[in-house]
Each structure stands twice: as structure tokens, then as C-alpha cells.
């Protein structure tokens, strides 16, 4: 195993420990500082992962498939532990969540047809501005960056809603081949 898919291994590892500590009081106040410092941790290897394989060209069909796979593990989860603290609405996290299931469903449909659909732009813009969101939520530092974490979950959620649209108008050939 390559050290881009290591590390994409990594971030799924380092998601139950995120969520062990953003949900329980074990250590305090501590937990939630650990929680970011994961979080954290994990973000970078999703950067990390895909500049290694694409400098060193060691891209892989199990980077490919478990890279966004892991990113969506991680976002989504932390997303899901902000709920009962009321950082983020239920209905948000939902419409996040049926994005990523409405592009991976369209991944596996492009796949049977022997398409490849590519990360976009406005899907790399949606999961940077999530990963800010989340970082800037956990830390929960108050005053301003209260207000920074308002505006990060209003751009999360329409580059949401704008990355879904692109990838669908893109690839809207998908869904009219292979006897669908």
C-alpha cells in the first residue's frame, strides 16, 4: 500500500476516535481540543493524500474510491456529532448527507458504464468549506468567530447545492445511458 492510501486509511481510523471525543465528557473540557486537533489531523491528510499520489504519480483505483469516501466519513460525522449541540440544524446535515449520497449513487452508475467522474472544482471548494465550518464550530471561540461560523455554514450549504448541480449538468449522460 502506497503512502497516499496509508494515509487516506489513516483519516477513516482517526474517525471514531473524532467522534469518541466530540460525544463523550472523558476528558473534560479537554475533549473538544482533541476533537479539533483530530480533525484537524485528518483534514491535512485529505490534502496531503492526493498531492502525494498525483506528484509522485501513485494514483489508485483504492485511492480514487476510498479517498472521497473518507472525506465524506469524516465531514459527515462531525456534521452528525454538532447536532444534539445545536451548532448545526438537523435539516442542514441532511441536505449535506443526501448530496453525497446522490454523487456517490452517481459514481456507481457512471462506473457500471465505464465513466470516470472526477472531483470538481465546486465539490474540492464544498469540502474545504465544510472542514473550515467544522474547525471554526469546534473551537467555538465566540465574538466574531461566531458570526465567521454562520456565514462558513450559509457557503457550505450552497456549495452543497451548487457542487450537486454541476456534477448532475455534467454528467447528466449518466443517467441517460446503460438502460436507465
Avoid: H
Wanted: proline share 2%; with cysteine; glycine share 8%.
Amino acid at each position: 500500500m502506497n503512502l497516499p492510501n496509508k494515509l487516506t486509511v489513516l483519516r477513516i481510523i482517526m474517525v471514531p476516535f473524532f467522534v469518541f471525543f466530540m460525544l463523550t465528557d472523558t476528558g473534560g473540557n479537554a475533549n473538544k481540543w482533541i476533537a479539533l486537533v483530530i480533525f484537524c489531523i485528518a483534514s491535512l491528510t485529505d490534502m496531503l493524500d492526493g498531492k502525494i499520489a498525483r506528484a509522485r504519480n501513485l494514483v489508485t483505483n483504492f485511492g480514487k474510491f476510498m479517498d472521497p469516501l473518507a472525506d465524506k466519513l469524516l465531514v459527515c460525522s462531525a456534521m452528525i456529532c454538532m447536532i444534539p449541540s445545536e451548532k448545526l440544524a438537523a435539516w442542514f446535515v441532511i441536505v449535506v448527507i443526501a448530496r453525497e449520497f446522490i454523487i456517490s449513487g452517481f459514481r456507481l452508475v457512471a462506473s457500471d458504464n465505464g465513466i470516470v467522474i472526477a472531483a470538481s472544482y465546486w465539490g474540492k471548494f464544498k469540502t474545504v468549506s465544510q472542514m473550515a465550518m467544522i474547525i471554526i464550530l469546534i473551537a467555538d471561540f465566540g465574538g466574531i468567530f461566531d458570526m465567521i461560523g454562520t456565514g462558513l455554514i450559509w457557503v457550505s450549504l450552497i456549495l452543497t447545492i451548487v457542487s450537486l448541480i454541476d456534477y448532475v449538468a455534467k454528467n447528466i449522460q449518466v443517467l441517460t445511458q446503460g438502460g436507465m
